[in-house]
Protein backbone atom coordinates (compact mmCIF):
# COMPACT_ATOMS: atom_id res chain seq x y z
CA UNK A 1 0.00 0.00 0.00
CA UNK A 2 1.48 3.38 -1.36
CA UNK A 3 1.91 5.96 1.86
CA UNK A 4 0.19 9.14 1.51
CA UNK A 5 1.50 12.44 2.70
CA UNK A 6 -0.06 16.06 2.87
CA UNK A 7 1.43 18.38 0.76
CA UNK A 8 3.55 21.44 2.51
CA UNK A 9 1.56 24.44 2.99
CA UNK A 10 3.50 26.83 1.26
CA UNK A 11 2.98 30.68 1.25
CA UNK A 12 4.05 33.28 -1.11
CA UNK A 13 4.85 37.33 0.05
CA UNK A 14 6.31 39.32 -2.81
CA UNK A 15 4.80 43.04 -4.17
CA UNK A 16 5.53 41.89 -7.61
CA UNK A 17 2.35 40.45 -9.05
CA UNK A 18 4.36 38.67 -11.96
CA UNK A 19 6.85 37.31 -9.89
CA UNK A 20 3.98 35.07 -7.25
CA UNK A 21 2.66 33.87 -10.10
CA UNK A 22 5.37 32.64 -11.83
CA UNK A 23 6.21 30.97 -8.49
CA UNK A 24 2.79 29.56 -8.08
CA UNK A 25 3.01 28.13 -12.10
CA UNK A 26 6.23 26.42 -10.66
CA UNK A 27 4.78 24.49 -8.25
CA UNK A 28 1.14 24.15 -9.56
CA UNK A 29 1.29 20.72 -10.17
CA UNK A 30 3.86 19.35 -7.90
CA UNK A 31 2.15 16.51 -6.06
CA UNK A 32 4.07 17.55 -2.71
CA UNK A 33 3.80 21.22 -2.32
CA UNK A 34 0.56 23.35 -2.06
CA UNK A 35 0.78 26.82 -2.65
CA UNK A 36 -2.21 28.17 -0.62
CA UNK A 37 -2.13 31.81 -0.64
CA UNK A 38 -0.22 35.04 -1.96
CA UNK A 39 0.41 38.47 0.10
CA UNK A 40 1.86 41.86 -1.49
CA UNK A 41 3.25 42.92 1.15
CA UNK A 42 4.07 41.92 4.79
CA UNK A 43 1.10 43.50 6.41
CA UNK A 44 -0.58 40.93 4.07
CA UNK A 45 1.29 38.02 4.59
CA UNK A 46 0.71 37.90 8.36
CA UNK A 47 -2.79 38.82 8.10
CA UNK A 48 -2.76 35.38 5.60
CA UNK A 49 -0.51 33.80 7.61
CA UNK A 50 -2.79 33.66 10.68
CA UNK A 51 -6.01 32.80 8.42
CA UNK A 52 -4.15 29.63 6.26
CA UNK A 53 -1.67 28.46 8.80
CA UNK A 54 1.09 27.41 6.41
CA UNK A 55 3.95 25.35 6.77
CA UNK A 56 6.36 27.63 4.84
CA UNK A 57 6.04 31.08 3.74
CA UNK A 58 8.66 32.36 0.96
CA UNK A 59 8.78 36.12 1.41
CA UNK A 60 11.02 38.96 -0.37
CA UNK A 61 13.23 40.88 1.57
CA UNK A 62 12.21 44.33 0.24
CA UNK A 63 8.47 45.08 0.21
CA UNK A 64 6.19 48.25 0.78
CA UNK A 65 3.88 49.13 4.17
CA UNK A 66 5.71 46.60 6.22
CA UNK A 67 8.92 44.56 4.53
CA UNK A 68 9.94 41.04 5.23
CA UNK A 69 12.20 41.48 7.94
CA UNK A 70 9.95 42.93 10.42
CA UNK A 71 6.97 40.84 8.93
CA UNK A 72 9.74 37.47 9.90
CA UNK A 73 9.87 38.84 13.41
CA UNK A 74 6.35 38.61 13.82
CA UNK A 75 5.53 35.58 12.71
CA UNK A 76 8.45 34.21 14.54
CA UNK A 77 7.29 35.67 17.75
CA UNK A 78 2.90 34.66 16.65
CA UNK A 79 3.58 31.51 14.65
CA UNK A 80 6.88 30.15 15.95
CA UNK A 81 5.56 26.67 13.94
CA UNK A 82 5.74 28.59 10.45
CA UNK A 83 8.91 28.39 8.47
CA UNK A 84 10.48 31.26 6.70
CA UNK A 85 12.68 31.18 3.54
CA UNK A 86 13.80 34.50 2.28
CA UNK A 87 13.56 35.82 -1.15
CA UNK A 88 16.40 38.30 -2.37
CA UNK A 89 16.75 39.72 -6.02
CA UNK A 90 20.61 40.38 -5.18
CA UNK A 91 23.49 38.73 -2.75
CA UNK A 92 22.72 41.60 -0.11
CA UNK A 93 24.88 40.25 2.88
CA UNK A 94 23.30 42.24 5.26
CA UNK A 95 19.53 42.38 4.52
CA UNK A 96 19.96 38.57 4.08
CA UNK A 97 21.69 38.46 7.57
CA UNK A 98 18.83 40.67 9.03
CA UNK A 99 16.29 38.22 7.90
CA UNK A 100 17.93 34.96 9.08
CA UNK A 101 18.16 37.04 12.32
CA UNK A 102 14.64 38.02 12.30
CA UNK A 103 13.81 34.17 12.15
CA UNK A 104 14.35 33.08 8.42
CA UNK A 105 15.51 28.98 8.00
CA UNK A 106 17.15 30.01 4.66
CA UNK A 107 17.31 31.92 1.77
CA UNK A 108 17.48 32.11 -1.69
CA UNK A 109 18.24 34.29 -4.65
CA UNK A 110 15.01 35.10 -6.82
CA UNK A 111 16.54 33.41 -9.62
CA UNK A 112 17.23 30.30 -8.28
CA UNK A 113 16.19 27.41 -9.85
CA UNK A 114 13.01 25.15 -9.21
CA UNK A 115 14.79 22.23 -7.90
CA UNK A 116 16.53 24.72 -5.85
CA UNK A 117 13.32 25.95 -4.25
CA UNK A 118 12.10 22.78 -4.34
CA UNK A 119 14.57 21.54 -1.90
CA UNK A 120 14.93 24.82 0.29
CA UNK A 121 11.16 24.43 1.00
CA UNK A 122 11.55 20.77 1.45
CA UNK A 123 14.53 21.24 3.79
CA UNK A 124 13.33 24.26 6.01
CA UNK A 125 9.94 22.22 6.74
CA UNK A 126 12.45 19.36 8.07
CA UNK A 127 13.80 21.77 10.64
CA UNK A 128 17.27 22.07 8.41
CA UNK A 129 18.70 25.30 7.45
CA UNK A 130 18.90 26.17 3.63
CA UNK A 131 21.13 28.69 2.24
CA UNK A 132 21.13 29.61 -1.75
CA UNK A 133 24.23 28.08 -3.02
CA UNK A 134 25.75 31.46 -4.36
CA UNK A 135 26.42 32.54 -0.73
CA UNK A 136 29.13 34.86 -0.42
CA UNK A 137 32.16 34.20 1.52
CA UNK A 138 31.14 37.48 3.27
CA UNK A 139 27.96 36.77 4.26
CA UNK A 140 28.85 33.13 5.58
CA UNK A 141 31.33 34.85 8.16
CA UNK A 142 28.24 37.19 9.22
CA UNK A 143 26.05 34.26 9.21
CA UNK A 144 28.41 32.46 11.45
CA UNK A 145 29.44 35.07 14.00
CA UNK A 146 25.56 35.96 14.56
CA UNK A 147 23.72 35.34 17.90
CA UNK A 148 20.54 35.12 16.57
CA UNK A 149 18.22 32.51 18.16
CA UNK A 150 17.44 31.18 15.01
CA UNK A 151 20.40 29.46 15.68
CA UNK A 152 18.93 27.43 18.40
CA UNK A 153 18.53 24.25 16.24
CA UNK A 154 22.24 24.56 15.74
CA UNK A 155 23.32 25.08 19.00
CA UNK A 156 24.09 22.05 20.08
CA UNK A 157 26.64 20.86 18.01
CA UNK A 158 27.42 17.06 16.49
CA UNK A 159 30.33 14.65 17.56
CA UNK A 160 32.76 14.22 14.14
CA UNK A 161 35.67 12.00 14.77
CA UNK A 162 38.97 12.92 13.61
CA UNK A 163 38.35 11.71 9.49
CA UNK A 164 34.76 13.63 9.49
CA UNK A 165 36.49 16.81 10.62
CA UNK A 166 39.69 16.72 8.33
CA UNK A 167 36.45 16.30 5.40
CA UNK A 168 34.61 19.31 7.02
CA UNK A 169 37.54 21.86 6.73
CA UNK A 170 38.38 20.54 3.12
CA UNK A 171 34.94 21.07 2.10
CA UNK A 172 35.28 24.74 4.12
CA UNK A 173 38.44 24.84 1.97
CA UNK A 174 35.75 24.77 -1.25
CA UNK A 175 37.39 21.13 -2.43
CA UNK A 176 35.86 19.33 -4.19
CA UNK A 177 35.25 15.24 -3.65
CA UNK A 178 37.71 14.25 -6.03
CA UNK A 179 40.60 16.52 -4.38
CA UNK A 180 39.50 15.49 -0.99
CA UNK A 181 39.73 11.86 -2.29
CA UNK A 182 43.17 12.47 -3.75
CA UNK A 183 44.66 14.19 -0.54
CA UNK A 184 43.25 12.11 2.26
CA UNK A 185 43.99 8.52 -0.49
CA UNK A 186 40.06 7.83 0.03
CA UNK A 187 37.58 6.75 -2.49
CA UNK A 188 35.60 9.75 -4.19
CA UNK A 189 32.53 7.11 -3.06
CA UNK A 190 33.82 7.42 0.75
CA UNK A 191 34.28 10.81 0.77
CA UNK A 192 30.16 11.18 -0.43
CA UNK A 193 29.79 9.22 2.46
CA UNK A 194 31.99 11.22 4.56
CA UNK A 195 29.88 14.30 3.16
CA UNK A 196 26.30 13.08 3.26
CA UNK A 197 26.33 12.09 6.95
CA UNK A 198 27.70 15.77 7.58
CA UNK A 199 25.08 16.96 6.01
CA UNK A 200 22.68 14.79 8.09
CA UNK A 201 24.62 15.64 11.78
CA UNK A 202 24.99 19.18 11.24
CA UNK A 203 20.64 19.31 9.52
CA UNK A 204 22.26 21.43 6.29
CA UNK A 205 21.44 20.80 2.72
CA UNK A 206 25.13 22.11 1.25
CA UNK A 207 28.13 23.77 1.38
CA UNK A 208 27.12 26.93 2.35
CA UNK A 209 25.65 25.38 5.22
CA UNK A 210 28.45 23.03 6.47
CA UNK A 211 30.69 26.42 6.65
CA UNK A 212 28.46 28.44 8.45
CA UNK A 213 28.43 25.14 11.02
CA UNK A 214 32.13 24.30 10.85
CA UNK A 215 32.78 28.46 11.66
CA UNK A 216 30.44 28.71 14.33
CA UNK A 217 31.55 25.78 15.95
CA UNK A 218 35.14 26.06 16.33
CA UNK A 219 36.04 23.24 13.52
CA UNK A 220 37.36 25.84 11.20
CA UNK A 221 38.74 28.74 10.97
CA UNK A 222 38.50 31.46 8.27
Known amino acids: ?15 HQIFREGVFGLFKKQEHIEIIGQAGNGRELLELAEKLSPD ?43 MIEAGAKGYLLKNAHKNDILEAIKAVYNHDMYYCK ?31 KEVIRY ?9 ISDDLHLSVRTIEGYRNR ?21 IYEV
Not at 1 to 15: F, G, H, N, S
Not at 171 to 179: A, P, T
Open 56 to 98: VVLTDIKMPVMDGIEATAVLRRKQPEVKVIALSMFNDDHLVLD
Open 171 to 179: ICMGLSNKE
Open 198 to 218: IYEKMKVKNTAGIVVYAIRHG
Open 1 to 15: MTELYAPIRVMIADD
Open 134 to 164: ETSDKLIQLMAKSKSKVWEDMEKPAIFNHKE
